[in-house]
């Protein structure tokens, strides 16, 4: 299994709506610097976490674990392998 392109575009074009196109559209106050900021940095860090957990499950270090009763099972109906 690979990382799929539309996943990546959708959520890419979620989290800049958010970081891009939200902060010209805060109202003035004296406050607008502030939320234009938290807006963009809180897109960027949803972003990349996000991102870091899509990617960590196209190769994940930890595989599932397997009794050799399933596995044996699995081969032998899966290929037609018989175990001695």
Request: charge should be positive.
């Amino acid at each position: 299994m690979g990382a799929a392109a539309t996943p990546i575009i959708v959520f890419t074009a979620i989290w800049g709506v958010v970081g891009i196109v939200l902060p010209f559209v805060v109202p003035k106050g004296p406050n607008r610097g502030v939320l234009q900021v938290v807006l963009m940095l809180t897109a960027a860090t949803c972003w990349l976490f996000w991102l870091c957990c899509y990617m960590a499950q196209m190769n994940p270090l930890i595989g599932p674990k397997i009794s050799n009763t399933t596995l044996a099972i699995m081969a032998t109906q899966w290929s037609g392998y018989t175990p001695k």
